[in-house]
């Protein structure tokens, strides 16, 4: 039985509603999708980090571990090198030792020289007296005792010259003892001890420092220990993120080929609803498509006249060297028709908010997603927030996404896409985004994108 008009125009109808149905579901989960892609990248590459540093740390335990054994064989050497020096300091204590001993031997002997040459002063000098009693003895005699006068003048003369020689010695040995002496204390002050001299000093000095370097030995050794585990740990890591890596690999291969899949059936339903709507059937869509159109012609003539004015040349329409607005987040750019954009896209963009209450957003934008002038709600200036920065500043923006580019670089009549629109601070809204191209000087230069919630 054939359809009449009416009830062909109404499957037709609830086939665009279906249509329309179909490309909400294939956007969330196209979205959705996307958002699990952006997160398994960043988990990817926090592995990829996470890898690096690990092969660090197993790199620098292995350093740690191998100046460790250095350091321990080097103490090893050093400690008997020490050892032996202070060996050799021992004999030089017990060399010092026997100097002050033999440096008081001879302060002894000095002594005893000192009394003999007394003893033999002494001598000297008695006998001295009896030759001179001899001799008084010898001239009382007359000629008998002349002989015997003679011996006594011999005997005097040789008591005079032992005495002088006694006088030297006792001189001499004075001096030697008072340098002796001093040598001694020299010796005692450098080298000696009040309880145990040299040797005793030397001796607590190697105890001293056999325990000291013992203790740094074995710490040394505790050190090369520890990075021993150190490196086993980081080894069993290594190979836990590794075998994680490969699994988030293939998680990340498997969600791409998904991510593909729905992005073609959300491509497959936004044809569907284009097809429809170029068939002539009114849909739900036809009044925002005329609506933008018309907007996107307005504005590319509106730009013309600025050409032709003189007030921007061509080429400066279209500029394409964004430079970076400093300290912007997200990162915002200008150009040089910026001012002309300012002054004549507001009253158009701000006008097709009124077509539906339906209506989000209203902004035309280059080949290149770039956003120069957005509707007044979304182009407060920055704060200090870049969540906040993101959902109420998005002019001066490029949104280069998937839907942007589309939209920028259509050239057909208009192009309708469904997406999840990023409001900030993890937000996401549904919505539709129909386009129309703006061109200037038959030059296509972007377009004007018009943003809608589901009805």
């Known amino acids: 039985m054939p359809y009449d008009q009416g009830q062909i125009h109404a499957t037709l109808s609830e086939f665009v509603r279906q249509a329309g149905g179909l490309g909400r579901e294939a956007a969330d989960i196209a979205g959705a999708l996307d958002d699990l892609g952006a997160i398994n990248r960043s988990q990817s590459e926090a592995f990829d980090k996470l890898f690096e540093d690990i092969r660090g740390m197993v790199s620098s335990n292995q350093s ?97 010259r032992v005495q002088s020689s006694s006088q030297l010695i006792s001189n001499t ?68 993120v590794q075998a994680l890596d490969k699994d988030v690999e293939t998680s990340s291969r498997t969600l791409e080929a998904s991510r593909g899949r729905a992005h073609a059936l959300l491509g497959l339903s936004e044809n569907l609803i284009e097809i429809t709507t170029h068939s002539g059937l009114e849909t739900e869509d036809s009044p925002y498509i005329s609506a933008v159109v018309e907007a996107a012609n307005e504005i590319g003539l509106l730009f013309e006249d600025a050409v032709d004015d003189g007030r921007i040349s061509l080429n400066d329409l279209f500029d394409e060297n964004y430079l970076p607005v400093a300290g912007s987040n997200p990162a915002q750019q200008t150009t040089r028709y910026l001012r002309l954009s300012d002054a004549v896209l507001p009253p158009i963009q701000e006008s097709m908010l009124n077509v539906s209450p339906q209506v989000v957003f209203c902004a035309a934008i280059d080949r290149n997603g770039y956003l120069p002038t957005h509707n007044l709600k979304f182009s407060k200036p920055q704060g200090r927030n870049p969540e906040w920065n993101a959902a109420n500043c998005r002019n ?57 919630r589901f009805e």
């Open 64 to 160: 740690i571990s191998h100046e460790a054994r250095e350091a321990e064989t080097l103490a090893g050497q050093t400690r008997g090198r020490v050892e032996s020096a202070l060996a050799e300091t021992r004999m030089l204590a017990s060399a010092v030792s026997r100097v002050e001993e033999g440096i008081s031997s001879v302060g002894v002997a000095l002594k005893q020289v000192a009394r003999a040459a007394d003893e033999i002063g002494q001598i000297a000098f008695q006998t001295r007296i009896v030759a001179f009693n001899a001799s008084v003895e010898a001239v009382r005699a007359g000629e008998a005792g002349k002989g015997f006068g003679v011996v006594a003048d011999a005997v005097k003369d040789l008591a005079q």
């Open 173 to 240: 040995v004075s001096q030697l003892d008072q340098r002796v002496e001093a040598l001694a204390k020299e010796v005692e002050a450098e080298h000696g001890g009040k309880q145990g001299g040299a040797e005793a000093a030397v001796d607590a000095a190697i105890e001293a420092f056999r325990s000291a370097f013992g203790a740094v030995a074995a710490k040394i050794h505790h050190i090369s220990s520890q990075a021993d585990g150190n490196l086993t740990a980081c080894d069993n890591v290594l190979n836990a």
């Open 396 to 452: 001066r923006r490029i949104f280069n996404d998937r839907t942007g580019l589309a939209a920028g670089r259509n050239e057909k009549p208009f192009l309708l896409q469904t997406y999840r629109r990023d409001m900030g601070g993890g937000k996401h809204v549904l919505m539709k985004d129909l386009s129309a191209p703006i061109y200037i000087k038959g030059r296509h230069w972007g377009g004007l994108r018009l943003g809608y």
